[in-house]
Antibody
Framework: EVQLVESGGGLVKPGGSLRLSCAASGFTFSSYSMNWVRQAPGKGLEWVSSISSSSRYIYYADSMKGRFTISRDNAKNSLYLQMNSLRAEDTAVYYC????????????WGQGTLVTVSS | ETVMTQSPATLSVSPGERATLSCRASQSVTSKLAWYQQKRGQAPRLLIYDVSTRATGIPARFSGSGSGTEFTLTISSLQSEDFAVYYCQQYNNWPPKTFGQGTKVEIK
């Protein structure tokens, strides 16, 4: 069974940093591209970032470029999102999500971790 | 950026009735269009990919159609468990992989 479990969310002040983690199990993690997708309270889904299976290809939404860094450790079956210079508008549930193939749709989602940016 | 626009924002339907949800892309996304269902407090779930292919375990009452810029998700006979928010997403022109703003299907 595919499982994606996010952790690392919490309350952080504007300008602060946070590192999210996603522990993957039930599939060959190193064979899949992975994504982060976020959802602000009461709002829709917003794609954040993607990383290819080997970390060779990395993409970000424009509003996250230069502030967020996606990475992975295939030996640990883990995906990460380092978030710096956080703003109130970054407040959201952040989902870890597995992608089918490369540049394709998402087939599995984690349950999400809530990040709240507030003073 | 390819903007995805869903309509209506809210759809009120009685159980057993048919629901038709629309998704329009600002430019062609060919056949690279997926639909997701999200229930309150839960993560999204993949329903349909490549416009019309049902994901594993998705009932046949869910169907997708369309091409290019106009797409439709049809739920042939709404069950109580189908009341949720539905999102379309394109994965043809990326980054970014854009989602629609969602259609909430509620009980009439």
């Amino acid at each position: 069974e595919v499982q994606l479990v996010e952790s690392g969310g919490g309350l952080v002040k504007p300008g602060g940093s946070l590192r999210l983690s996603c522990a993957a199990s039930g599939f060959t993690f190193s064979s899949y591209s992975m994504n982060w997708v976020r959802q602000a309270p009461g709002k829709g889904l917003e794609w954040v970032s993607s990383i290819s299976s080997s970390s060779r290809y990395i993409y970000y939404a424009d509003s996250m470029k230069g502030r967020f860094t996606i990475s992975r450790d295939n030996a640990k079956n883990s995906l990460y999102l380092q978030m710096n210079s956080l703003r109130a508008e970054d407040t959201a549930v952040y989902y870890c999500a597995r992608e089918v193939g490369s540049g394709s749709y998402i087939d599995y989602w984690g349950q999400g971790t809530l990040v709240t940016v507030s003073s | 950026e390819t903007v995805m626009t869903q309509s209506p924002a809210t759809l009120s339907v009685s159980p057993g009735e048919r629901a038709t949800l629309s998704c329009r892309a600002s430019q062609s996304v060919t056949s690279k269009l997926a639909w997701y269902q999200q229930k309150r407090g839960q993560a999204p779930r993949l329903l349909i990919y490549d416009v019309s292919t049902r994901a594993t375990g998705i009932p046949a009452r869910f169907s997708g159609s369309g091409s290019g810029t106009e797409f439709t998700l049809t739920i042939s006979s709404l069950q109580s468990e189908d009341f949720a928010v539905y999102y379309c997403q394109q994965y043809n022109n990326w980054p970014p992989k854009t989602f629609g703003q969602g259609t909430k299907v509620e009980i009439k």
